[in-house]
């Protein structure tokens, strides 16, 4: 399968509703709801999102710019046939985009290693007539090749990443699990913030200040990993905006999607 040869879906913008107190709330626990060192990956994340998981969705699509460019060239396998595993998946939000030609897929799987976001995805496939039969939600570690219900190795047509790498401290290892699932020939896509040379030493500098705060790491070595590890089929760098934030800051964020040779 190449991405010149892949089936075609209708994809739906995925806005859910906000307003200013949902995002005072939010960026409340952006902000303020900081990790006691020493805990597990697992207790940071949670200790993170657990306050703000049922509202990560509708603060988050207005600065997640890279999310629908990377659902756009993300090559599809013909209907009924694949599977599409979306790691560090969150809410399951990913999944909307293709609403109700989700069922395009076989059998989709979000893994998250967040319980509170898990259960988001729970609710939302939940909320989904008829996504239950082929949606599954693992509550697993991205470097764990031996999470219980994961999907054999050289099975998975599609691998995804949003915004997740950035937050998986051992992200080669998430990358080497994702590599062994797919199957030859099958697809990696990526997208997530970075940082890039043409911003300056200041800007690159201010930006990977403002995300460690909130438990992402944003490393120029993403990039040339991802097209020594996989076979380029798109490459793409972009800036976006923050809400609240004057839209002269803005920060770099790629789309990278490789096939497995
Ligand atoms: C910024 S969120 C992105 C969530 C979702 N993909 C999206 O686009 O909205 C990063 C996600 O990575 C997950 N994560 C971080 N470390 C992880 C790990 N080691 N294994 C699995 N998931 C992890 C977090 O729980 C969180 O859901």
Redo the contacts with the bound molecule.
Sequence with gaps: MSSSDTAKVPIVEYCPPSSFATDMKVLKHMWFAKIVPGQS?QDR?ESF?KHQADL?DSY?FRM?HA?MPMIKAMPLPPKGKGVWL??????G??LEYFAENLNHFAKVMV????PS?AAQAEERVKRHPGWSSFVQVIV????DEKAVSLPPAGSVDVIT????LS???DWKA?LANAKRLLKKGGHLCVCDFTVDETQGWGMQTMWSKIFASDH?YLRAEHRPFLREQFKAVHDELGFGTFPYVPPVMRAPWYVFVGQKV
């Design positions: 990956q994340l999102y990560y988050r997640l999310r979306d790691i560090g998946g969150g809410t939000s990913n893994l998250d290693l967040c976001l697993a570690d991205a470097c990443f949003s915004y997740a937050m998986i401290p998430a992402v």
